[in-house]
């Protein structure tokens, strides 16, 4: 059984990942596979640097993403070009590791994407677990962790579903605007429940 976990920027998806870890359930992060695809002899990064030139692009012919993030959170077009690009070869990959995951006999696995609803990749999974926190707390957090000014943290969080829609569609949520004691009571809630599903999915499906 594969969830989804995902939520806004900054709303602690990488931590709560490794709480579901801690409990045995392993998981891969799309931002990671996302990384992976525009590496440096990448057939991905050919075509964004054929687009934007070098100035997207590090002295070391590595992606300067935050060269480009702000080209494509300034203009919508290219950042759904960006996506035409990027997305299918993620998705594929993803693939992959979630089935070398799934080989290893754990209950469930998590898909961690914060583009989970926007990309289609909810079509992979079986259940969406949305983790929530205030946009103030977003904003914060993005500022400090990202070295951007409050503007710009605003422009991403903007360019994202917005929070109410990402609610609506989510089969669970997690409430991660607390304490980590309490993020981790909720994890341990969500696991026992997810077990079970995983048990009976497993007894439903044929041999």
Known sequence: MIIGLTGGIASGKSTVARAFEALGAPWVDADDVAREVVEPGEPALAEIAERFGAEVLNSNGSLDRRALREIV??????????????????????????????????????LVSPLLFESGQYQMVDRALVIDV???????????????????????????????????????????????????????????????????????DPV
């Not at 759904?80 to 998705?91: A, F, K, Y």
């Not at 707390?137 to 991403?156: G, N």
């Open 73 to 110: 959170f300034k203009d919508e077009s290219e950042r759904r070009w960006l996506e035409s690009v990027t997305h299918p070869r993620i998705r594929e990959r993803l693939i992959a590791h979630l089935e070398r995951l799934a080989a290893g006999g754990a209950p469930y696995v998590l």
């Open 134 to 204: 205030p946009e103030a707390l977003q904003i914060k957090r993005t500022a400090a962790r990202d070295d951007v000014d409050d503007a710009q943290a605003r422009a991403i969080i903007a360019a994202q579903m917005p929070r109410a829609e990402r609610l609506a569609r989510a089969d669970d949520v997690l409430d991660n605007g607390g304490s980590e004691a309490e993020m981790r009571r909720q994890v341990a809630e969500l696991d026992w429940q997810y077990r079970q599903l995983a048990t009976r999915k497993n007894e439903s």
